[in-house]
T-cell receptor, first 113, second 111 residues
Framework: KAGVTQTPRYLIKTRGQQVTLSCSPI?????VSWYQQTPGQGLQFLFE???????NKGNFPGRFSGRQFSNSRSEMNVSTLELGDSALYLC????????????FGQGTRLTVV | GNSVTQMEGPVTLSEEAFLTINCTYT??????LFWYVQYPGEGLQLLLK?????DKGSNKGFEATYRKETTSFHLEKGSVQVSDSAVYFC??????????FGDGTTLTVKP
């Protein structure tokens, strides 16, 4: 079956702009999580959505938000972009059971200039 | 708090050398433990997992054993190849939908 699909793969934005990233999970997976990966900070958990509701949240400012649609597809939005937001944003989907692994997309590389 | 500590990289080995990447975790309860691998330009792929104490996960020659007493999940491979060059992440999951990862260890294998 198809894996996790993230679009776009690459994005260049200017400081102050906003951006929306998209993630389509594996069919049947209702949990979608978002992570930020940077060289200095590693993998940081942003938030997780399940059944269109944010269920878990990491320690990021309110400029980072997300949502999930009824078909489990998810979007992540970052407003008022800062240079430090440049990162690889990874989406992962999983079955809703503790202990099950997450399946990652290839990520969206965001560069803020 | 909850965390994962991985051996700092980068790690550089010659082909056919023995690999160990240490990983310890701090978590309540009995988490499931994972090793993921990330090749350049890609997302993370699950390498192996273990869901209870003393379980051994294995895949592609890599192994890791869930040690509850030492809260560790060290990754080993007896003979690495150039194609194993990648970043390796240790992580755990105690809460459906949220995983905690270490900072990643970069492995470079030279021919």
């Amino acid at each position: 079956k198809a894996g996790v699909t993230q679009t776009p793969r690459y994005l260049i934005k200017t400081r102050g702009q906003q951006v929306t990233l998209s993630c389509s999970p594996i069919s049947g997976h209702r949990s979608v999580s978002w992570y930020q990966q940077t060289p200095g900070q590693g993998l940081q958990f942003l938030f997780e959505y399940f059944s269109e509701t944010q269920r878990n949240k990491g320690n990021f400012p309110g400029r980072f938000s997300g949502r999930q649609f009824s078909n489990s597809r998810s979007e992540m939005n970052v407003s008022t972009l800062e240079l430090g937001d440049s990162a690889l944003y990874l989406c992962a989907s999983s079955k809703d059971r503790v202990g099950t692994e997450a399946f990652f997309g290839q990520g969206t590389r965001l560069t803020v200039v | 708090g909850n965390s994962v500590t991985q051996m700092e990289g980068p790690v550089t080995l010659s082909e056919e050398a023995f690999l160990t990447i240490n990983c310890t975790y701090t978590a309540t309860g009995y988490p499931s433990l994972f090793w993921y691998v990330q090749y350049p330009g890609e997302g993370l792929q699950l390498l192996l997992k273990a869901t209870k104490a003393d379980d051994k996960g294995s895949n592609k020659g890599f192994e890791a054993t869930y040690r509850k007493e030492t809260t560790s999940f060290h990754l080993e491979k007896g003979s690495v190849q150039v194609s194993d060059s990648a970043v390796y992440f240790c992580g755990y999951n105690t809460n459906a939908g949220k995983s905690t990862f270490g900072d990643g260890t970069t492995l470079t294998v030279k021919p």
